[in-house]
């Protein structure tokens, strides 16, 4: 059997092959022995071979799915509180401030207009 692999990577799998107390030969064995093993899933060969290229789990894609949800009603929270208070843009002079710090001062002004904090 010929492969061709750029010599970079040849010497780096060979040294790590060798690290692992094992020869090119013995690891191309192991590669078919995997192939058969997996030779009715071949969405699990993949995966083992390269996890990088797996597709999530129908638990994993739920998962972001509702995440993404939880996001979207917080954002639409948020506008909502921005709506009520009548907040269209951040004021310039308090562009520095973190969006938690913006938030409680906004608060705070508004407490204070209602005569709640002095």
């Known amino acids: 059997m010929n492969a061709r692999i750029d010599a970079n990577l ?14 090119p030969t013995q690891a191309v064995r192991m590669l078919w022995s995997l192939a058969v093993r997996y030779q009715d899933e071949p969405e699990k060969l993949r995966t083992t071979l390269d996890p990088d290229s ?16 939880a996001y979207h009603r917080c954002l639409s929270l948020w ?7 009548n907040i269209t843009e951040q004021d310039p002079e308090r562009k520095g401030l973190s969006d938690r710090e913006y938030t409680d001062l906004l608060r705070d002004e508004h407490f204070r207009e209602k005569g709640y904090l002095l």
């Open 10 to 23: 040849k010497a780096s799998g060979d040294a790590a092959l060798a690290a692992a107390g094992l020869t």
């Open 54 to 69: 797996a597709e999530p789990s129908a638990d994993e894609l739920a998962e972001r799915q509702h995440k993404a949800a």
């Open 79 to 85: 506008q909502d509180v921005r709506t009520t208070l």
